[in-house]
DNA sequence: ATAATAAAAGATATTAATGTCTTTTATAGT
DNA sequence: ACTATAAAAGACATTAATATCTTTTATTAT
């Protein structure tokens, strides 16, 4: 489904909205711990989504990573664009290159509910929805 | 989504029940050309299924792979379980060991019922189905 | 200015997926 | 028996994804 990238960079995302209080940062290790993800491997990640001004960072002591409310409210389709394409929401699920209800895969007809519920999902709900099911404990980012 | 190994593996096996007249097989070059697919990469896949039961060779002149009715009738899903396991049907969207309604994960109650969907739009449809919508000229295996 | 901190960037390593080629085995037809 | 055919099996190659480590840059606080 996602990559593994994707998978930590959503939880990375909501992580960081989840421990915004407007004046500290949080930094790679606790991202790191707080989704039980690879360090050096999250930094990556997280450093390519503030290269791609879906999360800030800031440098130097006190340091780490934060969100603003506008980028609280992007939906999380945006991060999943970012770190796996569009790929998900668009390509056929057999891989054909050109697959449309015109000239069908076989499973076109049957994928095209999924694929748009997919995408309402993915659209419709934001960082900032996810952050407040965990904030209530409604959710958890790790197993712990 | 699926791995290239089960997309090609989906795409095969519709080819050989397409294929199918109760008399003949149909070998690697054909059902590789025919899902446009890589020739060797397809033989490993279609081996895998042969060797799973999923498809029958026969070796030696006038070999190659067909499929019985009962294997016909086996819903898609048994395909990619084979490929790619059971983790789109079951794992967690966003990788965790244990996500259950208990205990989910942010995204698991909007995913349940894309996953449900999924597993669905599998479970019930067979070879059979797809095979018949390529012979009715209502979809493809490939995009030439 | 200096030292400490933490992200950014770059290099390297490991693993898994994908793809290709060669050799072996089984079978049919002559 | 011999030859041709085609799958089976095994070895090898390439690429992409995942993961780790090191060096550099920016910033804060002393």
């Known amino acids: 489904m996602f990559s593994k990238s994707c998978e930590y960079a959503i939880k990375a995302s909501i ?9 500290t940062c949080v930094g790679v290790k606790e991202i790191a711990k707080g989704i ?11 450093q390519e989504l503030s290269r791609k001004k879906a999360i800030n960072s800031i440098k130097g002591p006190n340091g780490g990573f934060c969100m603003s409310e506008a980028q609280m409210k992007k939906p999380i389709l945006d991060i999943v664009v970012l770190m796996d394409g ?3 929401v668009n390509n056929c699920i057999l891989g054909l290159e050109h697959c449309s209800s015109d000239n069908p895969c076989p499973m076109h007809h049957e994928y095209q509910k999924i694929k748009q519920s997919m995408r ?14 965990v904030n209530l404990k409604k959710a958890v980012l790790n197993t712990n």
């Open 15 to 23: 992580f960081i909205a989840q421990h915004r209080d407007g004046v």
């Open 36 to 46: 039980q993800a690879p360090e050096y491997f999250v930094a990556k990640i997280i």
């Open 86 to 88: 569009d790929g998900l």
């Open 120 to 133: 309402n999902m993915l659209e419709n709900n934001t960082v900032a929805d996810f952050k407040s099911l």
